[in-house]
């Protein structure tokens, strides 16, 4: 949650979903785009956990130089 308030504040719009419907495979998703990202900033990952989304979505940010722990 504080990630997700975090790219809030620098005027992302961040979708943190679990669906039920998709078994165990890919439960997951995260989306994070426009604000801190810029105009072409767009990310998706359907992982298996929450930890797994949270990872890869902290290596896209890092990726970027953006980081919530700076």
């Known amino acids: 949650m504080e990630l ?4 809030a504040e620098r ?3 961040v979708v943190f979903k679990a669906d039920g419907e998709r078994g165990q495979g890919h439960r997951w998703m995260v989306i994070v785009s426009g604000g801190a990202l810029g105009s072409e900033g767009f990310f998706r990952t359907d992982l298996s956990s929450v ?3 949270l990872d890869a979505t902290l290596e ?3 990726s970027r130089q953006i980081s919530p722990f700076t």
């Open 4 to 7: 997700m308030e975090w790219l």
């Open 11 to 13: 005027g992302c719009s």
């Open 51 to 53: 930890e797994a989304c």
């Open 60 to 62: 896209y940010l890092a």
